[in-house]
């Protein structure tokens, strides 16, 4: 989101913005430092951060920093927040064990104001997602009632209230919530299965080789490429491993390239048109090529089809 206003802060000038913050966090690290030893515990956690990094930048967000065997993201909202803390507790716990040790990791986030600039951010959102983290055990997401409240209510399904917990430097309790990315269809569903739209609010369909996808308000961001980590991976070797993401902007769908060789867009009707490093608003339906023309290599395009309530 936008900064909503500027502050200068020891000759730094700081922007409020809207942000989720998430900390994630290898658990038990330090009895697998003394289990493995160190260069062998180092190179599986570093190894567990760098999956945790790249699943931030797939899913849109920003890497702030990493603290030991834990690291600090923020999201442009809380949607996105829990769908890559839901992606990243299903990477990690699908990893085989190294030396008979799984490593599990702990996530905490929440959604606020914070003062962000010099590639930082400061606050009490940040200080609110820390201390949810805290709270977080092993395989657990925990965040604020707050941040869950902003969720659409099919997101909200895949949660529980814990309880109200005394925060320091809060004069009133704070609501502390679990994401049930294990427990709940819907949660799991926001990471490559399909699902039907909430009434009343568009969504966009889209098919790459019998395999159906949904983007709406409780998926609002789908990636495409060769990556394995991407929600609809493709084979085609001209396809960059991030391809390209198409997102829900209030009630238009957006295609973004972000690949070296394009992407070629055919709606209905109309014009193949190539993409590159650019935006396009899907309408109608049709189809995408990645990489090259349609009339190439028709094997493995993705249709596509707004789909209006």
């Given at each position: 989101m936008s900064s909503i206003g500027t502050a200068i802060v020891n000759g730094t000038a700081l922007n409020n913005a809207q942000k989720a913050v998430l900390f994630a966090d290898i658990s038990g690290s330090t009895r697998l430092y003394e289990a493995l030893g160190d260069e062998c515990a180092f190179a599986a956690v570093d190894g567990c951060l760098d999956i945790l990094r790249h699943l931030t930048v797939v899913h849109g967000g920003m890497v702030i920093k990493s603290i030991g065997d834990e690291i600090m993201v923020v999201f442009p909202d809380a949607v996105i927040a829990a769908q890559a803390a839901c992606e990243m507790q299903m990477v990690t716990s699908n990893r085989p064990p190294?030396?008979?040790?799984?490593i599990d990791i702990r996530i905490g986030f929440h959604f606020g104001t914070v003062l962000e600039g010099a590639g930082?951010?400061?606050g009490d959102t940040v200080n609110m997602a820390a201390r949810m983290t805290e709270i977080a055990q092993a395989r657990q997401i925990i965040t604020t009632g707050a941040t869950v409240a902003m969720l659409p209510p099919i997101m909200r399904a895949g949660t529980r209230t814990l309880?109200?917990?005394?925060i320091k430097g809060r004069s009133d309790d704070v609501e502390v919530s679990e994401v049930l990315w294990q427990e709940n269809a819907e949660m799991t569903m926001m990471v490559g299965n399909t699902y039907t739209s909430e009434a009343g609010e568009p969504s966009l369909l889209l098919v790459h080789q019998g395999d159906h996808f949904i983007v709406n308000l409780a998926r609002p961001s789908i990636t495409i490429g060769r990556d394995e980590l991407a929600d609809i991976v493709v084979a085609d070797r001209r396809a960059s491993r991030i391809h390209a993401r198409i997102e829900q902007r209030r009630d238009k769908f957006v295609l973004i390239d972000l690949s070296s060789n394009g992407s070629y867009v055919t709606l209905?009707?109309?014009?193949?048109?190539?993409?590159r490093r650019e935006e396009m608003v899907l309408h109608k339906d049709g189809s995408i090529s990645l990489g090259h023309p349609c009339k190439k290599d028709p094997d493995e395009i993705i249709g596509f089809s707004v789909q209006q309530p």
């Open positions: 190294v030396q008979g040790f799984h930082d951010v400061y309880s109200n917990l005394a209905r009707g109309e014009a193949e048109i190539q993409l």
